[in-house]
């Protein structure tokens, strides 16, 4: 695993804590790091998983360096971005995301992907960046977006790069609740130890059968985007 990411279980709760020192950089490193922590967590038969950020920082996305590398290397970690969310939205047991500062573009749709997002009540920017960085956005972080955005604020998130922090990214559909930032990590793991009292296999039953549409729309969606992915970076070497 990662040096960037650290796993801790405790009381059946596993923590992955992201901290590479600086943005949390979603690169394909940390991408396997947190997958490798779900399998750990998994096997360990943990019943909430916990992703936590640094800091003042949840996640400030793709590692944008890697786009000036090898087309195989963008590819893959793309893929594994839109996997990623797909494996968390599908999750076997409850995913709370400790969002300790700023979630932007894929660190967004990381933040979108988990059951319950606990956030800052600062100015921490929840950011769907990229048509203001001349990026068209993927079919899948529109799927993730739509999933849990209200409909006024899909539009302005995604559409027009409007970035929300504090009780309007709650309204939003960012976040499900605020609190100090310095109580991100404990609210957290306070809510994931009143998530241990669920039935298992009831919430897996259900999450699976409540989440069809949006799963098999990102079933499709990721099909699409790897074909656009490919034929967009088959030039380049």
């Given at each position: 695993?990662?040096?960037?990411?650290?796993?801790?279980?405790?009381?059946?709760?596993a923590t992955l804590a992201m901290d590479d020192?600086?943005?949390?950089?979603?690169?394909?490193?940390?991408?396997?790091?947190?997958?490798?922590?779900?399998?750990?967590?998994?096997?360990?038969?943990?019943?909430?998983?916990?992703?936590?950020?640094?800091?003042?920082?949840?996640?400030?996305?793709?590692?944008?360096?890697?786009?000036?590398?090898?087309?195989?290397?963008?590819?893959?970690?793309?893929?594994?971005?839109?996997?990623?969310?797909?494996?968390?939205?599908?999750?076997?047991?409850?995913?709370?995301?400790?969002?300790?500062?700023?979630?932007?573009?894929?660190?967004?749709?990381?933040?979108?992907?988990?059951?319950?997002?606990?956030?800052?009540?600062?100015?921490?920017?929840?950011?769907?960046?990229?048509?203001?960085?001349?990026?068209?956005?993927?079919?899948?972080?529109?799927?993730?977006?739509?999933?849990?955005?209200?409909?006024?604020?899909?539009?302005?998130?995604?559409?027009?790069?409007?970035?929300?922090?504090?009780?309007?990214?709650?309204?939003?559909?960012?976040?499900?609740?605020?609190?100090?930032?310095?109580?991100?990590?404990?609210?957290?793991?306070?809510?994931?130890?009143?998530?241990?009292?669920?039935?298992?296999?009831?919430?897996?039953?259900?999450?699976?059968?409540?989440?069809?549409?949006?799963?098999?729309?990102?079933?499709?969606?990721?099909?699409?985007?790897?074909?656009?992915?490919?034929?967009?970076?088959?030039t380049r070497g």
């Open positions: 695993m990662s040096t960037a990411l650290n796993y801790d279980l405790s009381d059946n709760i020192g600086k943005a949390n950089a979603l690169n394909v490193t940390m991408l396997q790091a947190i997958n490798d922590g779900l399998d750990r967590a998994l096997a360990d038969k943990a019943a909430v998983v916990v992703i936590q950020g640094r800091e003042k920082m949840f996640s400030g996305g793709f590692d944008l360096s890697a786009f000036k590398r090898e087309p195989a290397e963008i590819v893959a970690m793309l893929t594994a971005g839109a996997k990623l969310s797909e494996r968390l939205l599908a999750f076997p047991v409850p995913v709370v995301a400790a969002c300790t500062g700023h979630a932007v573009a894929m660190g967004s749709f990381l933040l979108l992907s988990c059951d319950v997002r606990i956030g800052p009540d600062n100015d921490a920017r929840f950011h769907i960046n990229e048509v203001l960085i001349g990026m068209i956005l993927p079919h899948f972080a529109i799927e993730v977006s739509r999933q849990r955005l209200t409909p006024a604020a899909f539009t302005q998130a995604v559409n027009m790069a409007t970035p929300h922090s504090g009780q309007r990214a709650v309204a939003a559909g960012f976040l499900d609740e605020i609190v100090a930032p310095e109580s991100v990590a404990e609210a957290a793991r306070s809510r994931a130890v009143m998530l241990k009292s669920l039935n298992a296999g009831a919430y897996l039953a259900t999450k699976l059968r409540s989440r069809k549409p949006v799963l098999d729309a990102m079933k499709k969606a990721i099909e699409q985007d790897c074909t656009d992915w490919a034929e967009a970076f088959k």
